[in-house]
């Protein structure tokens, strides 16, 4: 018969098949590099299964017997199982056609070549057996002739069928890579591109493959990228890895790390280049973004006013120091490198700066604290230092920053203060307001006459007890929670409407609690000031102004941090150009200096020289670039101001008893601007106008204080969700409408939705879930109240919990009878 080839699987290389061949020369081929192909001889006749068995092993294949189905599944479904298998048709137990109609319907990963041999002969036969899965069918006793020729037809099957299966684990791998992946011609131009690439650089699949690499590289990367192409093509280089810009299709430059390797067909030859691009523009911005960073610390450490020091954490030995040392304290920065940061301190400091040192160096925690540093003239100057750390990449302290700030004019300051403060205290008593002071832990440590006749307490009764429990009968049972707070909080805030009781009738309190440090105390305790305002509150439920009023003094904190922002900006710019002037008119002194010399042709050089000095040191190209911008700046700051303040006066005007044609629109957008710093933080608000919305008569303050308070309210339902907004914001969606009877304005959010248990009492009066001092209860009544008793309309809402409510306002053309 001849040498008979043994198959074995064709693994094809990436993206390079090999010269034309048939595939009996190809399982040649593979048969001289691998070991014989495994097949299994199942037969229940010893003789036989012997015989084939010796037949096969003679042709070179690796047999494995097997005595019937029962022992031959097993083999056949084992993942290292053999690929060709000749089986009996009459077995005991599982007989040949139910073999492989099992294997057919098993998950095994590989295919399995089936030859049955049976002594039936008849066309059914041959039919049945086929069904069954079998790929061949050989009658007893097989013809030696035909079973190698139908074992070699399983051998090319199984060689197309790894082929396929290899072409088609690269198009997957290809197409499913986590980078983007390229087939690159020598030439350079693209072959095939998958669907992460082309997102990366922009382009369709045909538009880049219609382009070569080349076109899309940086032009400064290019000269790189065609030498190693090159020297790769030479055999000097294996593959090669770099990181290179490509141009995105708008243009922008793209940062990658590219991965390129040679893909050589069956001669060795090099037929084209697979390559592996990762995007790294974020890691690149990032290490940008970190030479800034350490070019900026080095901008601000050569040019601060404080002193910079940095030193061992260990030793104390100064690394650096500022060039501001030089001037506060007389050494230049080189003299106090190399030397340990005690020897400047006063003997006295040193102890209570050590311990500072070591906290931080141990914790990594900044402290602060006091002492005094030796001038080098001798002299000591009191100073504040800032202790910080910096860690290295395991997270270590490896170095000490100190910032010194001279605070002499400061303690004198405060010195000052201290005995103003002792005078006043011979005036507290005569203060009209409540006030009282508490320590660190809350205990009462001031209480003036006010406050005693206020709650009926003397002064003795209360000192150094809480002030939830010294006496006041508060009707409030979240007081001492509130109080508590106010220890842990920053800066001033403003609480109304504190109920408590005296003399049998119900009484409330307003309040401005601060976190202030009183004299010969060592922490921050509480200044409370404030008043009995139950008169005022009966005033308030009278008059609807008052209660606008009452809303524009709860949003005037937002609003003056609002205005404060563009002021802010406006004074620096505005002290920016104080400064500029002062090197402005020292070179235009020098000039007209310069000028008079001229005149009377005799210009000095010393003159020059001062005016070549004066000029580098000015940085005029600085000072003409930044001049301009500044004044920009200041203009635009100067507008904002001026739209904030446009916008509280329209919201805030008083208005009349008579309504008046309004813009639903511009009201909206104007309490839109007022109310925004109770919304910017944790949402965004989209408006929907409609464009032909007609004029509406309305009291327009009431209307105003009506959208506010929803806005507010949804502003809240979307902080319970979103928290303080760092991790995403939520949206508010005003949207106005009309229809031929009836203008509606719709207010909606994707908060916490209203629970469905307190639906039907949100519009009751004082009805609220805030805690106290967030709300009063009175905007959804109030707002009711307005819409239907006041205008004729209606007010409703959809709601659901975890997605969102909208509230619903629908007001008459032609407006109804005022209540």
């Known amino acids: 018969m001849g040498d008979s080839p043994q198959p074995t699987e064709y693994t094809e290389q990436t993206c390079s098949r090999p010269p034309t061949q ?59 199982g053999p690929r060709l298998a000749v089986l009996d048709w009459m077995m005991p137990g599982i007989e040949g056609p139910e073999v492989c109609r099992r294997i057919r319907a098993s998950q095994v990963s590989h295919y399995v070549y089936i030859i049955l041999l049976t002594a039936r002969g008849q066309r059914q036969d041959l039919i049945a057996g086929l069904d069954a899965g079998a790929d061949a069918y050989l009658a007893k006793p097989a013809d030696p002739a035909e079973l190698r020729a139908r074992l070699d037809a399983g051998c090319r099957i199984m060689v197309q069928r790894a082929l396929r299966e290899s072409e088609e684990r690269f198009q997957s791998a290809f197409e499913c890579a986590g980078v983007g992946m390229a087939l690159v011609h020598l030439s350079g131009r693209w072959l095939q591109v998958n669907k992460i690439l082309c997102d990366l650089l922009g382009y369709s699949r045909e538009e880049l493959q219609a382009t070569s690499f080349q076109a899309i590289t940086h032009p400064d990367d290019l000269p790189k990228a065609l030498l190693s192409r090159e020297n790769m093509i030479r055999g000097e ?50 290490e940008e973004a970190l030479r800034r960073s350490e070019a900026l610390f080095r901008a601000i450490a050569e040019n601060a006013g404080d002193v910079i020091v940095v030193m061992n954490p260990q030793t104390g030995v100064i690394s650096y120091a500022s060039p501001a040392a030089e001037e506060v304290f007389g050494y230049a920065p080189h003299e106090l490198q190399e030397h340990e940061a005690f020897e400047y301190l006063h003997p006295d400091d040193r102890a209570r700066a050590a311990e500072s040192l070591a906290c931080t160096a141990e914790s990594g925690k900044s402290r602060v604290t006091e002492g005094r540093v030796r001038h080098k003239n001798g002299a000591w100057r009191t100073v504040e230092s800032h202790t910080g750390a910096i860690r290295n990449d395991r997270g270590e302290v490896e170095s000490i920053v100190v910032i010194l700030r001279v605070i002499e004019d400061r303690i004198r300051t405060e010195q000052a203060l201290r005995v103003a403060h002792a005078e006043s205290e011979l005036f507290i008593n005569t203060v009209p307001s409540i006030l009282i002071g508490t320590d660190a832990s809350g205990g009462i440590t001031r209480w003036n006459l006010t406050a005693a006749t206020t709650f009926g307490l003397a002064e003795p009764l209360v000192r150094g007890k809480p002030l939830a429990d010294c006496g006041i009968r508060w009707l409030d049972p979240g007081i001492k929670a509130a109080s508590d707070g106010w220890l842990q909080g920053k800066g001033a805030r403003k609480v109304d409407n504190i109920p408590f009781e005296k003399d049998g009738e119900r009484h409330f309190l307003s309040v401005t609690v601060d976190r202030v440090k009183f004299p010969n105390e060592e922490h921050a305790g509480l200044l409370i000031t404030g008043a009995d305002t139950t008169e005022r509150k009966q005033l308030e439920m009278q008059l609807r102004q008052a209660q606008k009023l009452e809303a524009i003094g709860q949003l005037a904190a937002g609003i003056a941090h609002e205005i404060n922002t563009p002021t802010q900006y406006v004074s620096d710019n505005t002290r920016f150009l104080k400064e500029s002037w002062t090197v402005i008119n ?83 957008e104007t309490t839109i601007t007022v109310a925004r710093n109770e919304w910017k933080y944790v949402s965004e608000v989209e408006t929907h106008f409609d464009e032909n919305l007609p004029l509406v008569l309305c009291h327009a303050g009431e209307f105003n204080q009506v959208i506010l308070n929803l806005i507010i309210n949804s502003a809240h339902a979307i902080a319970q969700v979103v928290g303080d907004g760092s991790r995403g914001k939520g949206k508010i969606t005003i949207t106005t409408r009309h229809d031929e009877s009836s203008v509606e304005i719709a207010v909606a959010d994707n908060g916490a939705g209203i629970p469905e248990e307190i639906r039907g009492r949100i519009f009751e009066p004082f009805f609220t879930t805030k805690p106290v001092g967030k709300g009063t209860g009175q905007g959804l009544a109030l707002a009711h109240a307005v819409v239907v008793r006041r205008h004729g309309g209606s007010i409703w809402f959809e709601t659901e919990v975890g997605k969102g409510t909208t509230f619903f306002i629908r007001l008459p053309r032609v407006a109804a009878t005022s209540g």
């Open 586 to 668: 020292e070179l235009l002194s020098l000039s007209r200096k310069i000028q008079d010399e001229s005149a009377r042709n005799a210009i000095s050089e010393v003159t020059l020289a001062q005016l070549n000095q004066r000029t580098a040191e000015a940085d005029l190209d600085y000072l003409l670039g930044e001049i301009p911008r500044a004044i920009d700046q200041s203009l635009e700051g100067l507008q904002r101001v001026a739209k904030i303040v446009r916008a509280m006066k329209e919201f805030s005007h008083p208005g009349s008893e008579e309504k008046r044609a309004i813009d639903i629109n511009k009201a909206i």
């Open 22 to 80: 048939s595939v009996h020369q190809v399982c040649r081929h593979k048969k001289e590099e691998n070991p014989p192909v495994r097949v299994l001889v199942v037969d229940d006749d010893e003789a036989v299964r012997d015989s084939m068995s010796c037949l096969l092993s003679s042709w070179g294949y690796d047999v494995v017997a097997a005595r019937d189905g029962n022992e031959a599944l097993p083999l056949l479904q084992a993942e290292d």
């Open 237 to 286: 280089l294996k593959a090669y890895q770099t990181e290179k810009r490509y141009l995105h299709k708008d243009g922008h430059p793209v940062w990658v790390s590219l991965t390129a390797s040679p893909v050589r067909d069956a001669s060795g030859n090099i037929t084209c280049m697979v390559s592996q691009i990762q995007d790294i523009t974020q890691r690149r911005s990032a």
